[in-house]
Nanobody, 124 residues
């Protein structure tokens, strides 16, 4: 069946880096847009980044521009989120989600498939 599985979360120090992975199975991501979202304790879910797998076009939330990089490895059917200079307030469960679309557009209510999330804890 169609699945998205996140991995790579864990404990990281403020200012540190972490790379998250979103692996798809049951379908290929070529015709999809993949978004990364996060939900911090007591806060609403927010979009972090978005990529059109086919074209490689990307979008980022203003809060992460210059620090986070989204990328894809088509051979591995996987999308990554490289997170640098992490901050305390970025502690959250990070989710990847997919939408059958070709543009780098990831509306939270329009994503069709969701992973279960991976926890990122930024703490000293």
């Amino acid at each position: 069946q169609l699945q998205l599985v996140e991995s790579g979360g864990g404990l990281v120090q403020p200012g540190g880096s972490l790379r998250l992975s979103c692996a798809a199975s049951g379908f290929t991501l070529d015709d999809y847009v993949i978004g990364w979202f996060r939900q911090a304790p007591g806060k609403e879910r927010e979009g972090v980044s978005c990529i059109s797998v086919n074209s490689g076009s990307t979008n980022y939330a203003d809060s992460v521009k210059g620090r986070f990089t989204i990328s894809r490895d088509n051979a591995r059917n996987t999308v990554y989120l490289q997170m640098n200079s992490l901050k305390y307030e970025e502690t959250a469960v990070y989710y990847c989600a997919a939408r059958r679309f070709r543009l780098a557009s990831c509306p939270p209510d329009g994503m069709n498939y969701w992973g279960k999330g991976t926890l990122v804890t930024v703490s000293s």
